[in-house]
């Protein structure tokens, strides 16, 4: 009897250690967001430098307006990958302000924190994703023919968002 008494109250304090690291993890999220929505430091950065979304429910993160090339990460050699994805670094490497305008309907936004599409070549993610490649390319040769960044947009998205 004396043995059960003993493993109840670590029982107990085993499960409320398990609550309370998995509470821990939700107030940081929205810590975050409750942070830079009540800062307005960071409201008049967020208008100008922070990924915006059309619709935050459909289309993944994205920059509205072109950020300053020094905000964005350097993207990863083209020549550490082959094939398709070789080709998506160089393209992202020439058109790194419109990459930036994409969403990423991979939806590694939610996931990754990733903040346009840009970010899926900052690291290795695009190469191992055809969604980040196919966007990319795709948004290469449009703007090659002469499409504006919000037109390319609106093509990905015809293109990626039923996916």
């Not at 059960?4 to 929205?30: D, L, M, N, Y």
Request: glycine letters at 4%; charged letters at 25%.
């Amino acid at each position: 009897m004396r043995r059960k008494r003993f493993w109840i109250p670590i029982g107990v304090i085993a499960v409320i250690a398990i609550v309370a690291v998995i509470q821990s993890r939700k107030p940081e999220s929205a810590k975050q967001s409750h942070a830079s929505s009540s800062d307005p430091v960071s409201e008049s950065r967020s208008a100008t430098k922070a990924p915006m979304n059309m619709d935050s429910r459909q289309v993944p993160a994205h920059y509205e307006v072109p950020p300053a090339l020094a905000d964005l990460r350097p993207v990863l050699p083209a020549a550490q990958f082959v094939g398709k994805a070789r080709e998506a670094y160089e393209a992202v490497k020439q058109i790194p302000a419109t990459i930036a305008q994409m969403p990423c309907y991979c939806h590694c936004d939610r996931g990754m924190g990733h903040k346009s599409l840009h970010s899926c070549f900052e690291d290795d993610h695009a190469a191992h994703c055809a969604v980040c490649t196919n966007e990319a390319l795709m948004a290469y040769r449009l703007q090659k023919e002469g499409l504006s960044p919000k037109q390319i947009r609106e093509r990905i998205s015809e293109q990626f968002s039923e996916q």
